[in-house]
Nanobody, 124 residues
Framework: QMQLHESGGGSVQAGGSLRLTCSVS????????MGWFRQVPGKEREHVAR????????FYADTVKGRFTIAQNSTKTNVYLQMNNLKPEDTAMYYC?????????????????WGQGTQVTVSS
């Protein structure tokens, strides 16, 4: 079973940057799909980016395109969500999630494993 742990959240001013880390451990297959989601209390969880460890980046939501970037470290144990030019509307709890083998969609139910989340707060 895959274990995920997010870190790197915090508070920044609008226009600032943060890098979130999703540490992947446990039973990690040769191929998997990772999604980044965010959620504001009282709202549905929003899918912001999707990445496959072999195929590469597959999707960025329009709300973050051009500002957020996914990358992986050389040992392939961490996946990063680099967030630049942050806006107050980016304030949310951010989650990484994975599923084995390949990406099938952007719904929460398309992912099997979830981290506990890390809070991002952007002030104006």
């Amino acid at each position: 079973q895959m274990q995920l742990h997010e870190s790197g959240g915090g508070s920044v001013q609008a226009g600032g940057s943060l890098r979130l880390t999703c540490s992947v451990s446990g039973t990690v297959g040769d191929t998997y799909c990772m999604g980044w989601f965010r959620q504001v209390p009282g709202k549905e969880r929003e899918h912001v980016a999707r990445w496959h460890n072999v195929a590469g980046v597959m999707f960025y939501a329009d709300t973050v395109k051009g500002r957020f970037t996914i990358a992986q470290n050389s040992t392939k144990t961490n996946v990063y969500l680099q967030m630049n030019n942050l806006k107050p509307e980016d304030t949310a709890m951010y989650y990484c999630a994975t599923r084995d083998y390949f990406c099938i969609g952007s719904r929460e139910t398309d992912f099997n494993y979830w981290g506990q989340g890390t809070q991002v707060t952007v002030s104006s």
